[in-house]
């Protein structure tokens, strides 16, 4: 089992920086490939950046490339996300997951059925 806490979500203005956390719970955290999503008032939650258990590989969905990077700290048992040049349009609930590794487990997800342990979200607001 894995207990995720996420934080670090406040009021913004547009292009400003913010970075969230996400602490786990338990002993595997190291083994687990990690990710973050948002979902926006009256929008589907939508996949946002994926890291792999080792941090060596990272994914993040076009809409947040270039300004958006993902990292995690193993010993911290802490996946985040800086966010730069927020916009508007980023205001969401953002939620952090885990995937529990297998055998035939790959770098990352960018799924969300293929997580199988989700926090309970922190709100980001950007003001224009």
């Known amino acids: 089992q894995v207990q995720l806490v996420e934080s670090g979500g406040e009021l913004m203005q547009a292009g400003g920086s913010l970075r969230l956390s996400c602490t786990a719970s338990?002993?595997?955290?190291?083994?687990?490939?990690m990710g973050w999503f948002r979902q926006a008032p009256g929008k589907e939650r939508e996949f946002v950046a994926a890291?792999?258990?080792?941090?060596?590989?990272?994914y993040c969905a076009d809409s947040v490339k270039g300004r958006f990077t993902i990292s995690r700290d193993n010993a911290k048992n802490t996946v985040y996300l800086r966010m730069n040049s927020l916009k508007p349009e980023d205001t969401a609930v953002y939620y952090c997951?885990?995937?529990?590794?297998?055998?035939?487990?790959?770098?990352?997800?960018?799924?969300?059925?293929?997580?199988?342990?989700w926090g309970q979200g922190t709100q980001v607001t950007v003001s224009s």
């Open positions: 890291i792999s258990w080792s941090g060596g590989f990272t």
């Open positions: 997951a885990a995937h529990t590794p297998t055998s035939s487990s790959g770098s990352y997800y960018t799924f969300q059925h293929e997580y199988d342990y």
């Open positions: 338990g002993r595997t955290f190291s083994s687990y490939a």
